[in-house]
């Protein structure tokens, strides 16, 4: 029975398991994530791969996934800063792949930079951390490509992304968390989004001031569909349809788990980019016991 390594996060809410990529084909990994995305093995929203020599992030279905990019900030930086004191040497070697101990210390601010690659998307993300292990804020920053304005779909609106879509449902009530699945397979099927390689979809309303919202995202090559604590590029997604025609560029955007990602919108060094900022949190790091994923 294979072991792996693995770090448990909260962005934001959105339980995210990360491993270290480790040769694994998509196949390998989309069958890992089904495994450890059983709450009896490990449990959580979303796993990603990252090759930390590279940079890079890739996550279990090839989607897009701004919490996950956001949770891999804090993990550079955690890294490069002042890592969580392990309780032994043993445990400190399970994870010095991903996690190893103190290497460079933070800046004097607290302020930690890097950028990294991310499936699905076409172009670096930027990545700002502050604060130190076990709890950070971290930002990225995507430049934006050109992209379909929202369509509107009936009552609701599709906003594509690279490597994700969400459609959009403004709705006064939310449905129940028992009736969430079967409404939003029922929304995929009548607007032609079950082939899609991650699709959300976005119950939204305005609470005040602030608008909240409730995702739902389905991952076609892991067979996942999760209701979610929280969601960046849905927030991303509703900021943009929100932006339409008028003068606002910043949203707090309150999430099911009871925090607000902050979305910014701007013109920079000729591009569109957009930066979603928020808290992050490591929640557990050790060893997996799996079944052989092939």
């Given at each position: ?5 693995f770090?448990?996060?909260s962005?934001g ?16 990994q ?21 090759d ?20 891999v900030?804090a ?31 933070f ?13 699905g ?5 930027r ?15 995507l ?14 609106f599709?906003?594509r ?7 959009l449902v ?8 028992d ?16 082939g899609?390689?991650a ?6 309303r305005h609470?005040?001031?602030?608008p ?5 995202v389905?991952v ?11 969601c960046?590029?849905g ?9 339409r025609?008028?003068?606002r ?5 309150r ?7 902050d979305?910014?919108?701007s013109?920079?060094d000729g591009?569109d ?17 799996l079944?052989?994923?092939?």
């Open positions: 029975m294979p072991h792996t390594a770090s448990k996060w962005p809410g959105n339980t995210t398991l990360l491993f270290p990529a480790a040769g694994l084909d998509s196949a390998r989309a069958a890992l994530a089904r495994q450890v995305l059983e709450p009896s093995v490990l449990g959580g929203e979303q796993v990603g791969f990252v930390v020599g590279n940079k890079s992030l890739c996550m279990a279905g090839g989607e897009f996934c701004v919490n996950a990019a956001r949770a900030g993990l550079l930086a955690c890294r490069c800063g002042e890592a969580v004191p392990p309780p032994s040497a043993a445990a400190a070697n399970m994870l010095a792949d991903m996690l190893p101990n103190a290497a460079c210390a800046p004097a601010l607290g302020e930690y930079r890097d950028a990294i690659r991310v499936s998307w076409h172009s670096p993300v990545l700002r951390a502050r604060g130190n292990a076990p709890h950070w804020r971290v930002e990225a920053e430049t934006l490509p050109v992209l379909p304005p929202p369509e509107k779909r009936g009552d609701a599709l906003v992304l690279p490597g994700i879509c969400h459609l403004e709705e006064p009530a939310f449905p129940s968390p009736h969430c699945h079967d409404q939003a397979a029922a929304l995929r099927a009548k607007h032609g989004l079950t899609e390689s699709a959300g979809v976005i119950w939204w609470n005040g001031e602030q909240e919202m409730l995702p739902l389905h076609r090559d892991t067979d996942s569909a999760f209701l979610e604590n929280a960046g590029s927030a991303l997604a509703l900021a943009l349809h929100l932006a025609g008028g003068t560029r910043d949203f707090s955007i999430q099911p788990g009871g925090t607000s990602l979305v910014r919108l013109f920079r591009a980019t957009a930066a979603v900022d928020g808290p992050v949190s490591l929640v557990a790091k050790g060893h997996v016991w079944d052989d994923p092939a």
